[in-house]
Structure formats: structure tokens, C-alpha cells
């Protein structure tokens, strides 16, 4: 497969088999392009098209079904679930499908555990709502696993589509847009070390070790994922608990949101380290 240009935002359409995909896929695009049947590993292969939304590219994947492992243990579900993988790696924002009648999974939390770490946005949509009658409370459900599955990140909440009556999702596509362009934000360098410090004062540093690390300054270093190095005294002395914290307290602040930002934590040296171990 060809690498997919970095001016074009690529969408990758997952989830667990006879979700909807392929149908989503079919209406976006107003195509019969990939194959729709009841029986699920229908779709196998990945198919891939572009469409143009607010003079933006859209390179839209439509993938296979991903299963538990213990369920994709066949050749052909292991192809699936390598397409679907590359469709994942490929993507700028992965829109993860799911039933309203059906429970999030194990399996659908490993996915999307998978699609963070790997710095890629992040969508939920709820399809075939068609077959619910309490919509809003199955959305809250949602609303509160995805809160509370994915406390490192500041997620969106699900939209709700069924994908048999859909007409061009602007909102979702909308949310794509912004995804993306916070994906490549550059942030000012003042303005993040005063978040930082915002939230260090709210919330006191813990000891460690019966010192309490110090925390100097911090810069962003990437974006495509946004990465910020945190430097200090024993920064990397940190508690996890803590780093999730100021996680949160920057993508609250600078509205990150609907996708992961990573924290380096950098331990400045001991200016008299040396002097110690010199021999007089």
C-alpha cells in the first residue's frame, strides 16, 4: 500500500465485525464501494476513497472486524486484524463505531487503549440507535466508561448516527477537522509553563522518597502526537497518579481534546554531583 499523504486527513473507520462500518463508509461516500452483508468478516481487505468536506481531503479506511483474541485465532481473522491494525497506524483520526445495543467490550477498550498510545485522534460514535428506545441513557453509560476508562485523555463525547438512514455526518466530520488541527498545534511557550505552574499551585507535588521533586519548566518538543518535556529535580520521581494529573490540567486548559498528549519528565543534574566526587 502507498503512504498516504500528510496533507490529507485520513479517517479510519473500526470496530468489532457488523457494527456498521462498511454501511457508514458506503453512505459517506454515496458509493457502493465496500461490500455489506449480515455475516460477519464480510469485509476483509481494506478500502480506502476520498471525499472533500469544507475544502479539506478526506482519505476515509474502511476495515475489517476486530475480535478478541481468543476469536482470531484463523488465518483469515488474523489478516483482518493486521489490515485493521495498518488502517489504525495509517490514520490521523480513528472513528471507533459501536452498537447501542451491545456492552463495551475488553476488546473495544484495547482497541482504543491501542489507537491513544499510538497518538492518533479518537471519535466514538454509537450506531444503530434505530434499535434502542433509552438513546440517552445508554449514552451517558458511555459518556461515563469513556471518562472513566480513558481518565489520561480529554475525549469528545459519542455521537449517535444509524448508519442505514445517515445523511453526510457534518458534525462529525466537523469534529475530524478540529482534531486534526490541534494534532498540529504549536503552543506558546510562556503560556504553557504559566498552565503548569497553575496547576502545580492547585495541587501541591508529593514526596518522594522524603523529598518533593521540583518542577522547573516545561516546552513541547513534537507534534503528530503533542509531546511536552517536563524538566526539574527528580522530575521523573513523579507519581504516575501525579503525571496523569497535570495531563489533564494542560488538555483542560488549552482544549486538547480527542486525542492523548505525552509527558517526558527530564531530572536536571546535580550541579555539585561532581564536586562531591572530587578528590582534594
Known amino acids: ?77 488474523q489478516y483482518i486484524t493486521k489490515e485493521s491494525l495498518k488502517a489504525i497506524y495509517l490514520a490521523d483520526v480513528v472513528l471507533f463505531m459501536i452498537e447501542a445495543d451491545k456492552e463495551f467490550t475488553k476488546a473495544d477498550k484495547q482497541i482504543c487503549r491501542l489507537v491513544l498510545d499510538k497518538g492518533k485522534g479518537l471519535i466514538f460514535v454509537i450506531n444503530k440507535i434505530d434499535l434502542v428506545e433509552e438513546l440517552k441513557k445508554i449514552k451517558n453509560e458511555y459518556i461515563y466508561y469513556i471518562k472513566n476508562l480513558f481518565s489520561d485523555a480529554l475525549l469528545s463525547d459519542p455521537f449517535s448516527i444509524c448508519s442505514l438512514k445517515l445523511e453526510f455526518p457534518k458534525k462529525i466530520f466537523d469534529e475530524v477537522i478540529s482534531i486534526h488541527s490541534r494534532l498540529r498545534k504549536n503552543f506558546d511557550h510562556k503560556d504553557l509553563n504559566e498552565a503548569l505552574q497553575e496547576a502545580i499551585n492547585k495541587n501541591k507535588i508529593p514526596v ?73
Do not use: H
Not at 485520513?10 to 458509493?31: E, Q, R
Not at 461490500?35 to 469544507?54: H, N
Not at 523529598?211 to 513541547?220: E, G
Open 208 to 280: 518522594y522518597s522524603k523529598f518533593r521533586p521540583k518542577i522547573k519548566y516545561i516546552k513541547q518538543v513534537s507534534t503528530r502526537p503533542i509531546i511536552f518535556k517536563i524538566f526539574g529535580n527528580q522530575a521523573n520521581k513523579l507519581s504516575l497518579d501525579y503525571q496523569k494529573y497535570l495531563a489533564k490540567c494542560l488538555s483542560k486548559k488549552f482544549n486538547i481534546k480527542g486525542f492523548k498528549i505525552f509527558l517526558k519528565f527530564v531530572s536536571s543534574e546535580n550541579p555539585f554531583k561532581s564536586k562531591k566526587n572530587r578528590i582534594i
Open 1 to 77: 500500500m502507498n503512504k498516504i499523504s500528510s496533507g490529507v486527513i485520513t479517517l479510519a473507520i473500526v470496530g468489532k465485525p457488523n457494527v456498521g462500518k462498511s454501511t457508514f463508509f458506503n453512505k459517506v461516500l454515496n458509493k457502493d464501494l465496500s461490500p455489506v452483508s449480515e455475516i460477519p468478516g464480510t469485509t476483509k481487505d481494506l478500502f480506502i476513497d476520498e471525499i472533500s468536506y469544507k475544502n479539506r481531503t478526506f482519505k476515509l479506511i474502511d476495515s475489517g472486524g476486530l475480535k478478541r483474541k481468543a476469536k482470531s485465532k484463523s488465518d483469515e481473522q
